[in-house]
């Protein structure tokens, strides 16, 4: 299995998150372009990127700007962000020889995306979110966004894993299965957020495990509800979490937010050799 781990807010630099990635015999770096340091005109330095991942034998994997809205409403907003994704998958296409040079071929390199849920209107009964009561301008702009994906990805071997994070709204549902028919999309599911909504995302992954090739591995509780914990330090059942990343031949980041957390976590899949 390929394990990686994600940019930490204590590592400063590039350098300080490849020295740990080595240190703990990690394959990865999920860069996350929500950090200063890993916004595109950073990212679009590449040879730096390379030069420093070759020298460590690793490679990179990449997560998308949390706020990333392709559906908004104001089109110079969502044309920025589509932007942002296009020129994001020209740096997967010259970081891509880095996976096949010391990753697992078999495993495409990924975007990974978390859906907007967008705004909501608070009534005196109830709260009505703005995708849902503009469904079909919401879709339109999920086409859009589906076929400049395919466009901008051709035949490279990259592919777009959309993330649950706090429940997938019904209106998001539709608009990801319309993704999951294209095979630029797939799924990423992350163990930690699921649990602590009560894994009420579960039956939705479970019902289209076929594309889910992506995992945030970290452990978590519902009551209190908790994630980004060290492994075995929550109640989620990882053996099983695991097993099916295995089964997916899926790629695995171990997205505990602080260094103790991560090497806490790969000490943990080291006590079986079938993980780590």
């Not at 539709?174 to 995302?201: N, Q, R, V």
């Not at 099983?240 to 980041?253: E, I, P, T, Y």
């Given at each position: 299995?390929?394990?990686?781990?994600?940019?930490?807010?204590?590592?400063?630099?590039?350098?300080?998150?490849?020295?740990?990635?080595?240190?703990?015999?990690?394959?990865?770096?999920?860069?996350?372009?929500?950090?200063?340091?890993?916004?595109?005109?950073?990212?679009?330095?590449?040879?730096?990127?390379?030069?420093?991942?070759?020298q460590?034998?690793?490679?990179?994997?990449?997560?998308?700007?949390?706020?990333?809205?392709?559906?908004?409403?104001?089109?110079?907003?969502?044309?920025?962000?589509?932007?942002?994704?296009?020129?994001?998958?020209?740096?997967?296409?010259?970081?891509?020889?880095?996976?096949?040079?010391?990753?697992?071929?078999?495993?495409?390199?990924?975007?990974?995306?978390?859906?907007?849920?967008?705004?909501?209107?608070?009534?005196?009964?109830?709260?009505?979110?703005?995708?849902?009561?503009?469904?079909d301008?919401?879709?339109?702009?999920?086409?859009?966004?589906?076929?400049?994906?395919?466009?901008?990805?051709?035949?490279?071997?990259?592919?777009?894993?959309?993330e649950?994070?706090?429940?997938?709204?019904?209106?998001?549902?539709?608009?990801?299965?319309?993704?999951?028919?294209?095979?630029?999309?797939?799924?990423?599911?992350?163990?930690?957020?699921?649990?602590?909504?009560?894994?009420?995302?579960?039956?939705?992954?479970?019902?289209?495990?076929?594309?889910?090739?992506?995992?945030?591995?970290?452990?978590?509780?519902e009551?209190p509800?908790?994630?980004?914990?060290?492994?075995?330090?929550?109640?989620?059942?990882?053996n099983?979490?695991?097993?099916?990343?295995?089964?997916?031949?899926?790629?695995?980041?171990l997205?505990?937010?602080?260094?103790?957390?991560?090497?806490?976590?790969?000490?943990?899949?080291?006590?079986?050799?079938?993980?780590?």
């Open positions: 299995m390929q394990f990686g781990m994600p940019t930490l807010i204590e590592n400063k630099t590039l350098d300080d998150n490849i020295a740990l990635c080595s240190r703990l015999g990690l394959k990865f770096i999920e860069l996350n372009m929500n950090f200063p340091e890993y916004q595109l005109d950073k990212l679009e330095e590449t040879d730096i990127f390379i030069k420093a991942a070759e460590a034998h690793i490679y990179y994997t990449i997560h998308l700007d949390e706020n990333l809205n392709i559906a908004d409403f104001n089109s110079l907003v969502s044309e920025a962000y589509l932007e942002t994704v296009r020129r994001t998958i020209e740096v997967s296409k010259k970081l891509l020889p880095l996976r096949d040079k010391y990753g697992d071929q078999t495993q495409p390199l990924t975007l990974n995306m978390h859906m907007n849920h967008g705004i909501y209107i608070t009534l005196p009964d109830r709260k009505v979110q703005m995708y849902d009561r503009d469904f301008t919401y879709m339109k702009s999920f086409a859009h966004f589906r076929d400049c994906c395919e466009k901008w990805i051709g035949d490279a071997d990259i592919k777009i894993v959309v649950n994070t706090d429940e997938f709204r019904d209106y998001e549902k539709k608009a990801i299965e319309f993704l999951l028919e294209s095979p630029c999309f797939y799924l990423t599911w992350d163990i930690g957020h699921s649990k602590a909504i009560g894994e009420k995302d579960v039956p939705f992954i479970k019902s289209h495990v076929d594309r889910l090739i992506h995992f945030h591995i970290h452990d978590g509780s009551n509800p908790k994630n980004h914990l060290a492994l075995g330090d929550g109640k989620i059942d990882l099983d979490r695991l097993q099916l990343a295995k089964s997916r031949n899926a790629r695995c980041v997205e505990t937010k602080t260094i103790e957390a991560l090497e806490k976590s790969v000490a943990y899949l080291k006590k079986s050799d079938s993980y780590i």
